[in-house]
C-alpha cells in the first residue's frame, strides 16, 4: 500500500493582498475649488462629493456606453469599441453627490468643473468596476 505524504499546514495558492473592499474609500471626497462659488449654505471653497448609492445610479444614468462596432469577416481585434460619454448624466451625478443643484454648480470655472466631473468619474467608475484602488480620497 502506497503511503501519501499530508501537508503539515495549508498551501497557499497566492501570497498576494486580497483587493481591498470598496467600502474603504473615505467619504467624502474633498474637490478644493479655484475660485468660491455661493450656495444656498453660503460661500464655498470646497465640493465635499458623497458616496453613490443605487438611487442616484436609477436618476442619473450611466455617465458611458460602450458599443462594440462588429464587422462580419473582421477578426475581433481589429473590431472597434465606441464609447460615449453622456454629459447630461455626468452633470446629475454631480449635483447628485456634491447636494448642490445645477444653478449652484453653475457659478463653477471650468477647471473647478472638470476637477469635480474627473473626480465623479473616478468615483462611479471605481464602484461599477469595484477597484478600491484608483480612488482618492481628495482632489486637488
Known sequence: MLKVAQPSAPVA?????????????VYPVRVPLAKPIQTHQGEKREIDLREPNFRDWLECGDIQRQIARV???????????????????????????????????SQLTYADARRIANAVQRI?????????????????
Request: hydrophobic share 45%; no cysteine.
Open 13 to 25: 495558492v497566492s501570497s498576494a493582498p486580497a483587493a481591498a473592499p470598496f467600502t474603504s474609500i
Open 124 to 140: 462611479v467608475g471605481d464602484a461599477e468596476r469595484g477597484n478600491p484602488e484608483t480612488s482618492p480620497t481628495s482632489f486637488g
Open 71 to 105: 464587422t462580419p469577416g473582421q477578426a475581433a481585434s481589429e473590431q472597434a469599441i465606441e464609447i460615449i460619454f453622456d454629459n447630461a448624466a455626468l452633470a446629475r451625478w454631480m449635483s447628485a453627490l456634491s447636494g448642490h443643484d445645477a444653478g449652484v454648480l
